[in-house]
């Protein structure tokens, strides 16, 4: 029996006589959490009949040459990698040979992965950024949920131009911070508050007014010394400012409205996501979360950057990134498969829980759209390219999108990766004709 009621540092080493040796893992250094499995079950019925999207995102590309199938369209036979989401073949559909044009690659995939921009195209500026389409049907949905949207990922706040921790970008481009403790996340999203911290509450959002209210009437008055360019500079910041009011304000709306009760006695809500251990259990948490924020209305849409790009661990604790530079090597590529696989089985293990909830006449997966997917494609070299992007789209039988099929495209001379994004929210009725480079929804995928 183990009587450890604390698990031991993966650094525990044996000391003596000025020696140190470092231990083998041990099962004493194993979380609790990760050892034993996650209990958590979904719930029979769901009231919410709302349209919903999650964007979930995994970095580095994929095993291009395990994860394609060798046919196309209906009754197509899943390649080896797909084959893990057997289960759901009639609920997903496979999008091959799309991309972004205007994106370069590289170790910027999540930044516009949702985007479609072309980072470089302001002259005098090595970044710029535009909406995120997660955004844009958050604009329209966020105002009647708690959350206009969530951004998560295994590094909380943004992190830096080009290597970016979130998905979401706002009308001005600007990145989104996001969170990645299961912990906080629950609580922010179900825990009641006190009183006292409600009241703390209204506080900061009238020190955070005020502030803006004066940056706003500043503006007002070095808006008439700067010349046009810069004016208009300077209006797309005060937009966002004007954003951030706007949610502020409606944050000071939902203070009094209580949180949906939520047990949490089978989530797991200590794992750590870049704890190799944990890594498992920390994608299946997160995904919990997130089925449970759809199924209570708090928010209908989410980002999901389940690892920064050049960064990532598979199941087993493998260096992601390092296998998707395999250059071809059969062993590093069969270890690519491996965390694909690994990937997947998250994936299918969060659309069984929807198809599993009844909603209305159907289940939640028939009104929750899942794009799950890479903006890279690491090749049979193990590149970095922003063509033929590993991608695929499941659920929202309800809103229009049609499945069971394999939707293959020329890479060379394809429909952009944005006519996806643009179908998605369309089928949320959001207007988002003019989106990034779209030309309209994606022909047979509704």
Same mark, same amino acid.
């Given at each position: 029996?183990?009587?450890?009621h604390?698990?031991?540092?993966?650094?525990?080493?044996?000391?003596?006589?000025?020696?140190?040796? &470092?231990?083998?893992?041990?099962?004493a250094?194993?979380?609790?959490?990760?050892?034993?499995?996650?209990?958590? #079950?979904?719930?029979?019925?769901?009231? +919410?009949? @709302?349209?919903?999207?999650?964007?979930?995102?995994?970095?580095?590309?994929?095993?291009?040459?395990?994860?394609?199938?060798?046919?196309?369209?209906?009754?197509?036979?899943?390649? !080896? +990698?797909?084959?893990?989401? /057997?289960?759901?073949?009639?609920?997903?559909?496979?999008?091959?040979?799309?991309?972004?044009?205007?994106? =370069?690659?590289?170790?910027?995939?999540?930044? =516009?992965?949702?985007?479609?921009?072309?980072? #470089?195209?302001?002259?005098? *500026?090595?970044?710029?950024? +535009?909406?995120?389409?997660?955004?844009?049907?958050?604009?329209k949905?966020? /105002?009647?949920?708690?959350f206009?949207? %969530?951004? %998560?990922?295994?590094?909380?706040?943004?992190? *830096?131009?080009?290597?970016?921790?979130?998905?979401?970008?706002?009308?001005?481009?600007?990145? %989104?911070?996001?969170?990645? &403790?299961?912990?906080?996340?629950?609580?922010?999203?179900?825990?009641?508050?006190?009183?006292?911290?409600?009241?703390?509450?209204? $506080?900061?959002?009238?020190?955070k007014?005020?502030?803006?209210?004066?940056?706003?009437?500043?503006?007002?008055?070095l808006?008439?010394?700067?010349?046009?360019?810069?004016?208009?500079?300077?209006?797309?910041?005060?937009?966002?400012?004007?954003?951030?009011e706007?949610?502020?304000? $409606?944050?000071?709306?939902?203070?009094?409205?209580? @949180?949906?009760?939520?047990?949490?006695?089978?989530?797991?809500?200590?794992?750590?996501?870049?704890?190799?251990?944990?890594? !498992?259990?920390?994608?299946?948490?997160?995904?919990?979360?997130?089925?449970?924020a759809?199924?209570?209305?708090? =928010?209908?849409?989410?980002?999901?950057?389940?690892?920064?790009?050049?960064?990532?661990?598979?199941?087993?604790?493998e260096?992601?990134?390092q296998?998707?530079?395999?250059?071809?090597?059969?062993?590093?590529?069969?270890?690519?498969?491996?965390?694909?696989?690994?990937?997947?089985?998250?994936?299918? $293990?969060?659309?069984?829980?929807?198809?599993?909830?009844?909603?209305?006449?159907? *289940?939640? %997966?028939d009104? =929750?759209?899942?794009?799950?997917?890479?903006?890279?494609?690491?090749?049979?070299?193990?590149?970095h390219?922003?063509?033929?992007? !590993?991608?695929?789209?499941?659920?929202?039988? /309800?809103?229009?999108?049609?499945?069971?099929?394999?939707?293959?495209?020329?890479? #060379?001379?394809?429909?952009?990766?944005?006519?996806?994004?643009?179908?998605?929210?369309?089928?949320?009725?959001?207007?988002?004709?003019?989106?990034?480079?779209?030309?309209?929804?994606?022909?047979?995928?509704?």
């Amino acid at each position: 029996m183990n009587i450890l009621h604390q698990p031991l540092s993966r650094r525990h080493a044996l000391r003596g006589l000025g020696v140190s040796l &470092s231990l083998p893992l041990l099962d004493a250094m194993i979380p609790s959490g990760f050892a034993a499995p996650s209990k958590f #079950k979904p719930l029979a019925k769901s009231d +919410s009949v @709302k349209p919903r999207a999650i964007f979930c995102y995994i970095p580095n590309g994929v095993n291009i040459a395990e994860w394609l199938p060798k046919d196309e369209g209906r009754g197509y036979t899943l390649s !080896p +990698s797909l084959s893990v989401l /057997k289960d759901h073949q009639a609920d997903f559909t496979l999008l091959s040979g799309l991309g972004h044009p205007r994106c =370069t690659g590289g170790h910027s995939g999540a930044d =516009t992965w949702l985007t479609g921009a072309d980072l #470089k195209s302001t002259p005098g *500026s090595d970044y710029t950024n +535009s909406q995120s389409i997660d955004q844009l049907i958050a604009g329209k949905h966020g /105002k009647e949920t708690r959350f206009t949207s %969530l951004q %998560l990922s295994d590094n909380s706040g943004t992190g *830096s131009a080009g290597h970016s921790h979130t998905l979401s970008f706002s009308r001005s481009g600007t990145p %989104l911070p996001a969170e990645n &403790s299961p912990q906080r996340l629950f609580e922010r999203l179900f825990v009641p508050e006190t009183a006292d911290d409600r009241a703390a509450t209204l $506080r900061r959002y009238a020190e955070k007014k005020s502030i803006l209210d004066s940056i706003l009437g500043e503006a007002k008055a070095l808006n008439r010394q700067l010349s046009g360019p810069d004016q208009e500079k300077l209006e797309e910041y005060l937009a966002s400012v004007r954003l951030t009011e706007l949610r502020v304000q $409606r944050l000071e709306e939902w203070v009094d409205v209580p @949180k949906p009760e939520i047990d949490s006695r089978h989530l797991q809500l200590t794992m750590q996501p870049n704890n190799a251990h944990d890594r !498992p259990m920390w994608i299946d948490v997160m995904m919990e979360i997130n089925y449970l924020a759809f199924l209570t209305d708090t =928010t209908r849409v989410i980002s999901f950057e389940w690892s920064r790009e050049a960064g990532g661990r598979g199941g087993g604790g493998e260096n992601h990134h390092q296998l998707s530079h395999h250059g071809g090597d059969a062993g590093m590529l069969r270890g690519l498969a491996k965390i694909d696989r690994f990937h997947l089985e998250r994936l299918g $293990r969060f659309l069984t829980f929807l198809k599993a909830t009844k909603e209305a006449d159907g *289940s939640m %997966l028939d009104r =929750t759209m899942v794009l799950f997917g890479s903006g890279m494609n690491s090749g049979s070299g193990g590149g970095h390219s922003p063509k033929n992007l !590993p991608l695929l789209i499941a659920g929202g039988h /309800k809103l229009g999108l049609k499945h069971g099929q394999h939707l293959k495209h020329d890479e #060379k001379s394809h429909p952009p990766f944005a006519n996806v994004l643009r179908t998605m929210a369309e089928a949320m009725d959001v207007d988002a004709d003019g989106f990034s480079d779209s030309q309209g929804r994606l022909t047979g995928l509704v």
